[in-house]
């Protein structure tokens, strides 16, 4: 795993903006995986602009998001949908038929689920993944216990989750119990992964993920396992890895033509 420790959140969102900008310059009908949170705000806001200042163009891209709160539709202001349409799709020119969000309200969770891996693979596979991490070292909305193994399909928060994740509902009490999201077998099969953390509350998840056991108790340790993940923190998230000075060392000589 590559782990670069930015100054600060916006140092390091900027670095992640560029390599998805990259592989969208590169390959412009790239599949992205794509996460929501705060922690990929200011990534987004840094690609919106190089769609309006540079004319970043996201007319052939195919996206992913990898969950969605059962029983919220589209239209509730705390969805991923409304998440993902307010800070992302609306201020770039995705086509609403390639963006791909699990579908909060489904009849039949276990065969849209079987559906939304087929679809994935219809794609040609995703090329980027985009993770945050949850305080319990969850991606997605894989807690931990996830099947390291698991595919797309229904999970229970915990109550950390919960109470992580009540801002955007008022309160803990009226976060649904559960969700919609893919597997860390679906996120593990990306061809490249790029985690991003922020601040001291994720420095216990980063350093179990980075530097701990490959355990399902912290599903990103799992990505210690992917071929080709880029951990990009600010120096709140890295305070509990206990390699950092190595860390810096490889990013101060990485090759010209490596860096970003
Ligand atoms: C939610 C999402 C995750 C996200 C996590 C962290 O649980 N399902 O994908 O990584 O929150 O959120 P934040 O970035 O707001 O800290």
């Known amino acids: 795993m590559e782990i670069i420790i930015q100054p600060n959140a916006e140092e390091a969102s900027m670095i992640a903006a560029r390599h998805v900008a990259r592989l969208v310059r590169d390959k412009p009908n790239a599949v992205l995986g794509l996460a929501t949170g705060s922690t990929p ?48 799709f609306s201020h770039i020119n995705v086509k609403r038929e390639r963006v791909h969000i699990p579908d909060g309200l489904s009849s039949h969770v276990p065969a849209f689920c079987r559906k939304y891996e087929e679809t994935i693979v219809a794609a040609g596979g995703i090329d980027l993944q985009v993770l945050g991490i949850g305080s319990d070292g969850h991606i997605g909305f894989n807690e931990p ?54 601040g001291e509350k994720k420095a216990e998840a980063i350093a179990g993920a980075v530097e701990g056991a490959i355990t399902a108790m912290n599903p ?7 071929p080709v993940a ?31």
């Open 41 to 88: 705000l200011m990534m987004y806001r840094e690609l919106v602009r190089m769609h309006k200042e540079q004319g970043l163009d996201f007319s052939e891209v195919t996206t992913f998001n990898l969950d969605e709160y059962v029983g919220l539709s589209p239209e509730h202001p705390a969805s991923y949908h409304a998440f993902m349409w307010d800070n992302f």
């Open 145 to 198: 216990s996830s099947s390291l193994a698991s595919r797309t399909r229904i999970k229970t928060l915990t109550a950390q989750t919960r109470e992580d994740n009540a801002k955007a509902f008022g309160s803990a009490e009226k976060v649904p119990f559960h969700v919609i999201t893919m597997g860390v077998g679906t996120i593990m099969d990306t061809r490249h992964v790029i985690i991003l953390a922020f």
């Open 220 to 226: 990103a340790s799992i990505l210690q396992m992917h």
């Open 230 to 260: 880029t951990c990009i923190i600010d120096e709140g998230a890295a305070t509990k890895l206990k390699r950092t000075e190595y860390y810096r060392w490889v990013y101060d000589r990485k090759p010209e033509w490596q860096k970003l």
